[in-house]
């Protein structure tokens, strides 16, 4: 039986956290700020917690996770 290959991509993007959620950060904030508000882009800094409707794709991208 040959091994479980982990997504690349995925493993760039997901973390797991010690009770099982995913974390991830969120998209739009390298570049093109000025047009955005300091609101938003402060709420961009923080981490967010994977809903459970993506959880289980994300899961099977990453077996060892």
Request: avoid cysteine; charged fraction near 30%; aromatic fraction near 4%.
């Amino acid at each position: 039986m040959p091994k479980i290959k982990t997504n690349r991509a995925a493993a760039k993007r997901f973390k797991i956290t010690g009770s099982g959620k995913i974390k991830f950060n969120k998209s739009n904030s390298s570049h093109i700020l000025t047009k955005k508000t300091t609101k938003r882009k402060r709420s961009l800094r923080l981490a967010q917690v994977l809903d459970a409707t993506n959880m289980k794709a994300v899961k099977r991208m990453l077996p060892n996770g």
